[in-house]
């Protein structure tokens, strides 16, 4: 049940991020989008995304579709149940993983000093921001624990 909860938020969230990377713009109003996929952090969870869709997908059939013909197909559903387990779990951690490397991300360029080395801004280092323990910085990296806690704890 909490699965099919969770795919109106994967779809609004991927929309979201798809139009706020078209539709960027600049102080003065210019379109200045920003790539898709173009970090790590965009992989990762493009492969999470897929890997959740072919689990949830794998999960309906073998043990709702299946179910039906309960004796003729227990012994393909036992099969399933250790593929399905590993499989949740790799998702579970890429998720987290992707997480991460979200807020990695967001450190380097919301809380990174910018240069001027190429013409165009770009992260020369952590910044002030970030080394001075801003609240910003605090509060990516309590949540960055938090989700390596989880990692550690649940599966």
Same mark, same amino acid.
């Given at each position: 049940?909490?699965?099919?909860?969770?795919?109106?938020?994967?779809?609004?969230?991927?929309?979201?991020?798809?139009?706020?990377?078209?539709?960027?713009?600049?102080?003065?109003?210019? @379109?200045?989008?920003?790539?898709?996929?173009?970090? %790590? !952090? +965009?992989?990762? =969870?493009?492969? /999470?995304?897929? #890997? $959740?869709?072919?689990?949830?997908?794998?999960?309906?059939?073998?043990?709702?579709?299946?179910?039906?013909?309960?004796?003729?197909? @227990?012994?393909?559903?036992?099969?399933?149940?250790? %593929? !399905? +387990?590993?499989? =949740?779990?790799? /998702?579970?951690? #890429? $998720?987290?993983?992707?997480?991460?490397?979200?807020?990695?991300?967001?450190?380097?360029?919301?809380?990174?000093?910018?240069?001027?080395?190429?013409?165009?801004?770009?992260?020369?280092?952590?910044?002030?921001?970030?080394?001075?323990?801003?609240?910003?910085?605090?509060?990516?990296?309590?949540?960055?624990?938090?989700?390596?806690?989880?990692?550690?704890?649940?599966?």
């Amino acid at each position: 049940m909490f699965h099919m909860l969770g795919i109106p938020c994967v779809v609004l969230g991927f929309i979201a991020v798809w139009d706020y990377h078209s539709l960027k713009k600049d102080n003065e109003g210019n @379109s200045t989008p920003i790539p898709h996929f173009y970090s %790590i !952090h +965009s992989w990762l =969870g493009l492969v /999470t995304m897929g #890997l $959740a869709l072919l689990q949830f997908l794998v999960g309906v059939f073998s043990f709702l579709l299946l179910l039906c013909c309960h004796p003729a197909t @227990s012994r393909c559903r036992a099969g399933l149940v250790p %593929i !399905h +387990s590993t499989v =949740g779990t790799t /998702t579970f951690m #890429l $998720a987290v993983a992707t997480a991460i490397a979200g807020i990695t991300e967001t450190a380097f360029l919301h809380l990174g000093s910018e240069g001027l080395d190429t013409g165009k801004p770009v992260t020369t280092k952590l910044g002030d921001k970030y080394v001075n323990m801003s609240e910003e910085a605090i509060f990516l990296n309590t949540i960055g624990a938090i989700l390596i806690a989880l990692a550690i704890i649940i599966p």
